[in-house]
């Protein structure tokens, strides 16, 4: 098992950044995808953003493409979302979520029934 548990969420101005962190724990060797997924109420789960296990492929949607970037850091078993000019629009629950599976298409990083493991979430809150 996977346990993955976020922090780093709160309240940001727009056009403000904010950097959120996901910290993985458990069978982390078997990890190869983690993913950044978000959901704000009333509105369906969003897929945000997703890297490979090296850290060679990411992937991002067009609505955050440019503003926000993931990365990791294999030591610690942390991925980062680091976003940038955040707008109304951002504001959400940020999930982390991870599976042992390699993907290549940008279809299945972004499909949240690819990902094994998620964490709790953290809060992001944008004023405008």
């Known amino acids: 098992q996977v346990q993955l548990v976020e922090s780093g969420g709160g309240l940001v101005q727009a056009g403000g950044s904010l950097r959120i962190s996901c910290v993985a724990s458990?069978?982390?060797?078997?990890?190869?995808?983690m993913g950044w997924f978000r959901q704000a109420p009333g509105k369906e789960r969003e897929f945000v953003a997703a890297?490979?296990?090296?850290?060679?492929?990411?992937y991002y949607p067009d609505s955050v493409k440019g503003r926000f970037t993931i990365s990791k850091d294999v030591a610690k078993n942390t991925v980062y979302l680091q976003m940038n000019n955040l707008k109304a629009e951002d504001a959400a629950v940020y999930y982390c979520?991870?599976?042992?599976?390699?993907?290549?298409?940008?279809?299945?990083?972004?499909?949240?029934?690819?990902?094994?493991?998620w964490g709790q979430g953290t809060q992001v809150t944008v004023s405008s």
């Open positions: 890297i490979s296990r090296s850290g060679d492929r990411t």
């Open positions: 979520a991870a599976t042992p599976r390699a993907y290549y298409s940008g279809t299945d990083y972004a499909k949240g029934s690819k990902y094994d493991y």
């Open positions: 458990g069978r982390t060797f078997s990890i190869y995808t």
